[in-house]
């Protein structure tokens, strides 16, 4: 079992920065690709970015250039460092991990955080 908690959200206007992080319990989380989804009121949930135990990561369109994974095998933590926030980045941001190479698809990953809230204001 693999246990993830997520921090670092909270409101922030249009064009602020925010991190996440994930932190993880445990198996062993340098074996794991770790993934970032959101999910907007309403809305299915949605892929954000993840980092592979490759070292690979890989982002959905609409964030590149904007935010950025990254993860710390040391601390059994990943985070997303996210700039240039708009409205539509509003959600609940959940941390998630899988036992594959890279996968951007939500039934791939085996477990899940909690989430924590994501609100930017106009």
């Known amino acids: 079992q693999v246990q993830l908690v997520e921090s670092g959200g909270g409101l922030v206007q249009a064009g602020g920065s925010l991190r996440l992080s994930c932190a993880a319990s445990g198996r062993t989380f340098s074996t794991f690709t770790m993934g970032w989804f959101r999910q907007a009121p309403g809305k299915e949930r949605e892929f954000v970015a993840s980092f592979s135990w490759t070292g690979t990561t890989y982002y959905t369109d609409s964030v590149k250039g904007r935010f950025t994974i990254s993860r710390d095998n040391a601390k059994n933590t990943v985070y997303l460092q996210m700039d240039s926030l708009k409205p539509e980045d509003t959600a609940v941001y959940l941390c998630?991990?899988?036992?594959?190479?890279?996968?951007?698809?939500?039934?791939?990953?085996?477990?899940w955080g909690q989430g924590t809230q994501v609100t930017v204001s106009s």
């Open positions: 998630a991990a899988c036992y594959r190479i890279m996968s951007n698809k939500r039934d791939d990953y085996d477990y």
